[in-house]
T-cell receptor, first 113, second 117 residues
Framework: KAGVTQTPRYLIKTRGQQVTLSCSPI?????VSWYQQTPGQGLQFLFE???????NKGNFPGRFSGRQFSNSRSEMNVSTLELGDSALYLC????????????FGNGTRLTVT | AQKITQTQPGMFVQEKEAVTLDCTYD???????LFWYKQPSSGEMIFLIY??????QNATEGRYSLNFQKARKSANLVISASQLGDSAMYFC??????????????FGRGTSLIVHP
Protein backbone atom coordinates (compact mmCIF):
# COMPACT_ATOMS: atom_id res chain seq x y z
CA LYS A 1 0.00 0.00 0.00
CA ALA A 2 1.19 3.50 -0.73
CA GLY A 3 1.79 5.63 2.34
CA VAL A 4 0.40 9.03 3.24
CA THR A 5 1.46 11.63 0.70
CA GLN A 6 1.76 15.31 1.54
CA THR A 7 2.47 18.06 -0.94
CA PRO A 8 4.37 20.26 -1.18
CA ARG A 9 7.35 19.32 1.04
CA TYR A 10 8.52 22.91 1.44
CA LEU A 11 6.81 26.27 1.19
CA ILE A 12 8.00 29.81 1.69
CA LYS A 13 5.32 32.47 2.03
CA THR A 14 5.15 36.05 3.22
CA ARG A 15 2.99 37.44 5.98
CA GLY A 16 -0.59 38.06 4.95
CA GLN A 17 -0.63 35.46 2.20
CA GLN A 18 -2.62 32.27 2.32
CA VAL A 19 -1.50 28.70 1.75
CA THR A 20 -3.09 25.36 0.93
CA LEU A 21 -1.52 22.05 1.88
CA SER A 22 -2.60 18.70 0.49
CA CYS A 23 -2.74 15.21 1.96
CA SER A 24 -3.59 11.88 0.35
CA PRO A 25 -4.27 9.17 2.95
CA ILE A 26 -3.56 5.49 2.76
CA UNK A 27 -6.13 3.76 0.60
CA UNK A 28 -9.10 2.69 2.71
CA UNK A 29 -8.43 5.11 5.55
CA UNK A 30 -11.32 7.48 6.06
CA UNK A 31 -9.93 9.45 8.99
CA VAL A 32 -7.45 12.21 8.23
CA SER A 33 -6.00 14.47 10.88
CA TRP A 34 -3.63 17.43 10.77
CA TYR A 35 -0.96 18.51 13.23
CA GLN A 36 1.31 21.51 13.66
CA GLN A 37 4.78 20.86 15.01
CA THR A 38 7.00 23.64 16.33
CA PRO A 39 10.03 23.55 18.64
CA GLY A 40 8.22 25.65 21.22
CA GLN A 41 4.79 24.02 21.29
CA GLY A 42 5.57 20.49 20.19
CA LEU A 43 3.01 18.50 18.25
CA GLN A 44 -0.44 20.08 18.34
CA PHE A 45 -3.68 18.73 16.92
CA LEU A 46 -5.37 20.96 14.35
CA PHE A 47 -8.41 19.02 13.18
CA GLU A 48 -9.70 15.65 12.09
CA UNK A 49 -11.93 14.78 9.15
CA UNK A 50 -13.93 11.65 8.64
CA UNK A 51 -16.10 10.98 5.59
CA UNK A 52 -15.90 14.63 4.48
CA UNK A 53 -17.01 15.95 7.88
CA UNK A 54 -14.88 17.73 10.43
CA UNK A 55 -15.21 15.52 13.47
CA ASN A 56 -12.85 17.30 15.86
CA LYS A 57 -11.03 20.59 16.00
CA GLY A 58 -8.08 21.70 18.06
CA ASN A 59 -7.51 25.06 19.67
CA PHE A 60 -6.43 27.08 16.65
CA PRO A 61 -7.83 30.33 15.24
CA GLY A 62 -10.33 30.36 12.42
CA ARG A 63 -7.54 31.21 9.96
CA PHE A 64 -6.83 27.49 9.96
CA SER A 65 -9.38 25.49 8.04
CA GLY A 66 -9.60 22.25 6.18
CA ARG A 67 -11.76 20.00 4.13
CA GLN A 68 -11.96 16.42 3.00
CA PHE A 69 -13.08 15.18 -0.38
CA SER A 70 -15.10 12.10 -1.27
CA ASN A 71 -11.92 10.16 -2.05
CA SER A 72 -10.67 10.97 1.51
CA ARG A 73 -7.99 13.34 0.25
CA SER A 74 -7.74 16.36 2.51
CA GLU A 75 -6.57 19.93 2.22
CA MET A 76 -5.62 22.37 4.89
CA ASN A 77 -5.74 26.12 4.37
CA VAL A 78 -4.16 28.90 6.40
CA SER A 79 -5.21 32.43 5.57
CA THR A 80 -3.54 35.70 6.51
CA LEU A 81 -0.28 34.01 7.41
CA GLU A 82 1.65 35.15 10.46
CA LEU A 83 5.30 34.60 11.31
CA GLY A 84 4.22 32.21 14.09
CA ASP A 85 2.62 29.90 11.54
CA SER A 86 6.09 28.75 10.48
CA ALA A 87 6.09 25.07 11.35
CA LEU A 88 6.12 21.51 10.12
CA TYR A 89 2.56 20.50 9.23
CA LEU A 90 1.91 16.80 9.45
CA CYS A 91 -1.02 14.90 8.07
CA UNK A 92 -1.97 11.44 9.31
CA UNK A 93 -4.54 8.86 8.35
CA UNK A 94 -5.90 5.92 10.28
CA UNK A 95 -8.44 3.17 10.05
CA UNK A 96 -11.33 3.04 12.49
CA UNK A 97 -10.05 0.10 14.48
CA UNK A 98 -9.20 1.08 18.04
CA UNK A 99 -5.70 -0.32 17.99
CA UNK A 100 -4.77 1.27 14.69
CA UNK A 101 -1.95 3.80 14.79
CA UNK A 102 -1.74 7.05 12.94
CA UNK A 103 0.18 6.82 9.69
CA PHE A 104 1.95 10.07 8.99
CA GLY A 105 3.14 11.72 5.82
CA ASN A 106 6.54 13.36 5.43
CA GLY A 107 5.09 16.73 6.33
CA THR A 108 5.10 20.17 4.76
CA ARG A 109 7.62 22.60 6.15
CA LEU A 110 6.13 26.08 5.96
CA THR A 111 8.28 29.16 6.42
CA VAL A 112 6.58 32.53 6.73
CA THR A 113 8.79 35.59 6.19
CA ALA B 1 -2.22 18.98 33.37
CA GLN B 2 0.07 17.12 31.01
CA LYS B 3 -1.48 13.91 29.81
CA ILE B 4 1.79 12.53 28.46
CA THR B 5 5.10 13.29 30.15
CA GLN B 6 8.48 12.47 28.70
CA THR B 7 11.05 13.63 31.24
CA GLN B 8 14.18 13.00 29.18
CA PRO B 9 14.75 15.77 26.62
CA GLY B 10 17.90 14.03 25.39
CA MET B 11 19.49 10.61 25.71
CA PHE B 12 22.81 9.18 24.56
CA VAL B 13 23.58 5.51 24.05
CA GLN B 14 26.47 3.51 22.70
CA GLU B 15 25.85 1.48 19.58
CA LYS B 16 24.71 -2.10 20.34
CA GLU B 17 23.60 -1.22 23.86
CA ALA B 18 20.01 -1.09 25.10
CA VAL B 19 18.26 2.16 26.02
CA THR B 20 15.01 2.96 27.83
CA LEU B 21 12.96 6.04 27.00
CA ASP B 22 10.52 7.07 29.71
CA CYS B 23 6.85 7.92 29.31
CA THR B 24 4.21 8.49 31.97
CA TYR B 25 0.59 9.23 31.23
CA ASP B 26 -2.51 10.48 32.96
CA UNK B 27 -6.04 9.36 32.18
CA UNK B 28 -9.21 8.36 34.00
CA UNK B 29 -10.51 6.44 31.00
CA UNK B 30 -10.17 2.67 31.56
CA UNK B 31 -9.86 2.10 27.83
CA UNK B 32 -6.85 3.69 26.20
CA UNK B 33 -3.97 2.95 23.89
CA LEU B 34 -0.36 4.00 24.06
CA PHE B 35 1.81 4.50 20.99
CA TRP B 36 5.44 5.24 20.34
CA TYR B 37 6.61 7.06 17.24
CA LYS B 38 10.06 7.79 15.85
CA GLN B 39 10.79 11.01 13.99
CA PRO B 40 14.10 11.15 12.11
CA SER B 41 15.50 14.47 10.96
CA SER B 42 13.61 14.01 7.67
CA GLY B 43 10.39 14.81 9.57
CA GLU B 44 8.22 11.77 8.98
CA MET B 45 6.65 10.21 12.07
CA ILE B 46 7.10 6.45 12.05
CA PHE B 47 4.88 4.19 14.15
CA LEU B 48 6.91 1.80 16.31
CA ILE B 49 4.74 -0.02 18.83
CA TYR B 50 1.30 -0.08 20.46
CA UNK B 51 0.07 -1.12 23.92
CA UNK B 52 -3.61 -1.35 24.81
CA UNK B 53 -4.76 -0.75 28.37
CA UNK B 54 -6.34 -4.21 28.50
CA UNK B 55 -3.39 -6.04 27.00
CA UNK B 56 -2.08 -8.63 29.43
CA GLN B 57 1.41 -8.78 28.01
CA ASN B 58 3.95 -6.12 27.17
CA ALA B 59 4.09 -5.33 23.46
CA THR B 60 7.15 -6.22 21.42
CA GLU B 61 8.08 -5.41 17.82
CA GLY B 62 11.51 -6.59 16.78
CA ARG B 63 14.09 -4.59 18.74
CA TYR B 64 11.37 -2.47 20.35
CA SER B 65 9.51 -3.46 23.50
CA LEU B 66 7.19 -1.55 25.74
CA ASN B 67 7.56 -1.82 29.51
CA PHE B 68 3.94 -1.25 30.53
CA GLN B 69 3.31 -0.66 34.22
CA LYS B 70 -0.37 0.14 34.44
CA ALA B 71 -0.55 0.92 38.15
CA ARG B 72 2.29 3.41 37.80
CA LYS B 73 0.83 4.76 34.53
CA SER B 74 4.12 4.24 32.83
CA ALA B 75 4.85 3.02 29.28
CA ASN B 76 8.57 3.07 28.69
CA LEU B 77 10.08 2.18 25.32
CA VAL B 78 13.05 -0.17 25.36
CA ILE B 79 15.28 -0.32 22.30
CA SER B 80 17.65 -3.26 22.35
CA ALA B 81 20.93 -3.41 20.44
CA SER B 82 20.89 0.27 19.40
CA GLN B 83 21.91 1.14 15.86
CA LEU B 84 23.18 4.40 14.42
CA GLY B 85 19.92 4.69 12.48
CA ASP B 86 18.00 4.82 15.75
CA SER B 87 19.18 8.40 16.28
CA ALA B 88 15.94 10.40 16.14
CA MET B 89 13.22 12.04 18.21
CA TYR B 90 10.89 9.61 19.96
CA PHE B 91 7.34 10.51 20.89
CA CYS B 92 4.99 8.78 23.27
CA UNK B 93 1.29 9.26 22.53
CA UNK B 94 -2.01 8.22 24.06
CA UNK B 95 -5.44 7.73 22.60
CA UNK B 96 -8.31 7.55 25.07
CA UNK B 97 -11.50 5.64 24.46
CA UNK B 98 -10.05 3.18 21.97
CA UNK B 99 -13.29 1.24 21.73
CA UNK B 100 -14.15 3.37 18.75
CA UNK B 101 -15.01 6.78 17.50
CA UNK B 102 -12.90 9.84 17.10
CA UNK B 103 -9.17 9.64 17.12
CA UNK B 104 -7.39 12.54 18.83
CA UNK B 105 -4.13 11.39 20.34
CA UNK B 106 -2.12 13.39 22.85
CA PHE B 107 1.62 13.53 22.27
CA GLY B 108 4.49 14.02 24.69
CA ARG B 109 7.23 16.59 24.02
CA GLY B 110 9.59 13.90 22.82
CA THR B 111 13.04 12.55 23.66
CA SER B 112 16.02 13.08 21.39
CA LEU B 113 18.09 9.91 21.16
CA ILE B 114 21.64 9.98 19.86
CA VAL B 115 23.44 6.72 19.22
CA HIS B 116 27.23 6.92 19.36
CA PRO B 117 29.44 4.55 17.35
Amino acid sequence: KAGVTQTPRYLIKTRGQQVTLSCSPISGHRSVSWYQQTPGQGLQFLFEYFSETQRNKGNFPGRFSGRQFSNSRSEMNVSTLELGDSALYLCASSSEQGRSPLHFGNGTRLTVT
Amino acid sequence: AQKITQTQPGMFVQEKEAVTLDCTYDTSDPSYGLFWYKQPSSGEMIFLIYQGSYDQQNATEGRYSLNFQKARKSANLVISASQLGDSAMYFCAMREGVTGGSYIPTFGRGTSLIVHP
